[in-house]
């Protein structure tokens, strides 16, 4: 009986087990069946608000639409028809694209503004309602009935899940730029005694990356950070040549539309009027395969072809007093111990700015080194057959915090010293820093001469052509308190580390290239010793080749070659395999003819191409700025790249006309705005005058919506 009372009892447990867990099983499958629900309800209002946005994006296309087309009535009433019916333009050149063309860039909607005025309100009956469907929601609520939102079937469900992660997908897909620390402190929003400009090179670096990718050997890194760079549709240019930073500024209230459009407004430097237009240096960017294997065959890699083919003195023209002199040799003629030119290892002026050498640049640097002395009054271009003179200093710490000058050393060619002095320091010497400097205290006791003395000595020593060469060499600048346009920097173009930002030591260079042992000496070096062995490093590079103690340069090339030997492809495995796939496509749009500078290197990129290729470059040539504009409408999703070449006239802004030519400018960059599509790159190049060589670099990234993409520092 107690067996039978036992398994009755466990039995009974056993069924009030089950039942409780069937019914927890029924309570569980209802929170899942009420998670479920809410799934599909938020999923709904998700769809309705969808809908919302859409039906307001229409709505915003529609109404720009009818403004346009009221602006070319209004135009058309004044001046009466110009062009056919299928492209009716106005005055200013601007075009209103046919209905061909606007289904081709269905994705490209007028950027109007977020928010309409009162007036605007009462042109769309329905916007009211829309707005306060569109708040209840975000208030976790919806204008529809709740039985309407719950009721999806599983289809609905499961086909509303999918077009949502596909717009997440869309979302997330999108390039944006961020400006680094370089270009915060060129945007026109920063102060302009703390201003530092970029140059045409960020431009052109920004521009090889949207064209080329993460692999792109000239990168806009310094300055800005790029992301999702394959996503990028396409790149629009507009440089218009003869507007400066000063037309800008003068006239900044009527460049409404261009203002709206772009968040990202740069001060830049340009090149000197002389030296050609700007279309001549950015025309040269765009690179087919075709280009690109030709290049790589001839210097090994693409970054050998892109630092043999540059011209590092074109800004410092800009900078520093240069004049056209009488140059005793030509550009193109090589020293007789040189197998490449020189003046392909001078520093540009954008190389000087990053390393800290003193530039007379406006703003921020302006105030650094307001100070400064030139090394010349004037200089003369340099040339191959400049000659080089290495430079070293030796400075002590004083009383004022800083490392002051205490000797210099200057040696020529032929190695031989032509300049050595002690020098006293303005501020008590706190610290004599032997063990590197090898100045002491007794050495200091009858040194009388003063910096400004060397720096009257160093100027009446120096030819106005003279290649400065040395170790860190912008350290020996600062502590000259002197600026030289032309300079080598044997830690620059030496890299045995394979990290362009790791600089190795002289020391170093000097034991693995040169097998000599220097600053071996516990008392502390010798400038005139660490003089020499720059300049036998700069003689030793210039009699091999550029990519010679460089190794990064020199990677590349063993990697170019095993690639050749391996498959015969020039360009297979290299850093530019994915730009074989296929080639980069680009159109340049000029008014009037072109340069012939410009002229040969298109013939140059079009003989590279073989018999049954496209041209890498289409050139139109048109005669007003209105067919110019036209034509970068039919274009430009024709093109990886689209530049526009349009000049402005100096009379355009004298003081009666500049308001009125400045309005007209924006409308034309309004309309060329609207050609760009869907995840394009936009960029307005003003490209200076005579009278002001600063310019304004203005980029956007276009949106679904129209809008452009909001640049932001990086971090933020």
Not at 145 to 151: D, F, G, V, W
């Amino acid at each position: 009986m107690m067996w039978t009372r036992l398994g009755l009892r466990g039995i009974t447990r056993s069924q009030s087990l089950h039942g409780r867990r069937t019914k927890m099983k029924e309570q569980l499958s209802a929170k899942q069946h009420e998670r479920n629900e809410k799934k599909k309800k938020k999923l709904a209002a998700l769809a309705n608000l969808m809908e919302l946005n859409d039906r307001d994006r229409l709505h915003e296309a529609e109404m720009a639409r009818k403004r346009d087309a009221a602006e070319a009535n209004k135009d058309e009433a004044k001046t009466g028809p110009t062009e056919q019916s299928t492209n009716n333009a106005d005055d200013d050149g601007f075009v209103t694209v046919p209905s061909k063309r606007k289904h081709r860039n269905r994705h490209t909607i007028r950027n109007s503004p977020a928010k309409e005025g009162p007036a605007n309100k009462s042109e769309d009956p329905d916007e009211p309602t829309t707005k306060r469907s569109r708040e209840d929601m975000e208030a976790g609520g919806d204008s529809r009935p709740a039985e309407e939102i719950s009721i999806l079937s599983q289809e609905q469900y499961k086909s509303l899940a999918v077009e949502l992660r596909r717009r997440k997908r869309q979302l997330e897909d999108v390039p944006g730029l961020r400006l680094r620390e370089m270009g915060q402190r060129a945007s026109l929003e920063t102060p302009q005694h703390a201003r530092t400009p970029i140059f045409l090179t960020d431009i052109q670096h920004l521009l090889m990356s949207a064209l080329i990718g993460q692999k792109s050997p000239c990168r806009p890194d310094r300055w800005c950070s790029v992301e999702k760079w394959l996503s990028l549709s396409h790149s629009v240019v507009v440089i218009l040549e003869g507007l400066s930073l000063y037309h800008y500024l003068s006239n900044e209230t009527q460049f409404e539309a261009t203002n709206r459009i772009f968040n990202t407004k740069l001060e830049m430097l340009l090149p000197p009027q002389d030296e050609g237009q700007i279309i001549d240096e950015i025309a040269q960017i765009p690179l087919t395969n075709i280009q690109a294997k030709r290049l790589i065959d001839e210097h090994g890699s693409l970054e050998s072809a892109l630092e043999m083919n540059k011209d590092p003195t074109l800004f410092v023209k800009t900078i520093f007093p240069i004049g056209n002199g009488n140059q005793k040799h030509s550009i193109g003629d090589l020293h007789p111990d040189d197998k490449f030119p020189r003046t392909k290892l001078l520093l540009s002026a954008l190389q000087m700015v990053d390393e800290g050498y003193p530039i007379p640049l406006s703003g921020e640097l302006h105030s650094r080194f307001r100070n400064f002395k030139f090394t010349k009054k004037s200089y003369e271009p340099v040339t191959n057959r400049s000659p080089m003179f290495g430079v070293d200093c030796e400075m002590c710490r004083t009383v004022a915090g800083l490392n002051e000058l205490t000797r210099i050393s200057i040696v020529d060619e032929q190695y031989k010293t032509v300049y050595e002095t002690l020098v006293m320091p303005d501020n008590r010497i706190s610290d004599y820093l032997t063990q590197y400097s090898g100045i002491t205290e007794d050495i200091m006791k009858k040194v009388t001469k003063r910096l400004d003395q060397v720096q009257t000595e160093v100027s009446a020593l120096l030819p106005p052509d003279a290649i400065l060469v040395g170790q860190s060499l912008n350290s020996d600048l600062n502590a000259m308190r002197m600026m030289h346009p032309y300079v080598i920097d044997t830690s620059v173009c030496f890299n045995i580390s394979g990290v362009r930002r790791r600089k190795s030591k002289l020391k170093h260079l000097a034991q693995t290239f040169l097998q000599e042992t220097i600053q071996d000496n516990k008392e502390g070096h010798d400038s005139i010793e660490d003089s020499r062995a720059t300049l036998k490093l700069v003689k030793m590079k210039l009699a091999n080749s550029i990519e010679f103690g460089d190794e990064i340069l020199t990677q590349q090339k063993r990697l170019q070659e095993l690639a050749n030997a391996s498959s015969g492809d020039t360009i297979s495995n290299n850093l530019f395999a994915h730009v074989a796939k296929r080639d980069k496509r680009t159109a340049i749009v000029t008014v009037g003819d072109l340069e012939p500078r410009l002229k040969e290197v298109i013939q140059q990129a079009d003989e590279a191409s073989p018999k049954d290729h496209s041209k890498a470059v289409r050139v139109h040539e048109v005669a007003t700025p209105k067919e110019a504009v036209r034509k970068v409408n039919e274009i430009a999703l024709e093109n990886a790249l689209t530049i526009a070449n349009l000049r402005v006239p100096e009379q355009d802004f004298v003081l009666d006309n500049a308001e009125r030519n400045a309005a007209k400018l924006d409308r034309i960059i309004d309309r060329l705005w609207n050609t760009v599509a869907h995840n394009g790159l936009f960029l307005v190049l003003m490209g200076g005058s005579a009278e002001c060589t600063k310019g304004v670099a203005k980029i956007a990234i276009k949106r679904l919506n129209g809008s452009e993409q909001t640049s932001a520092p990086i971090g933020s």
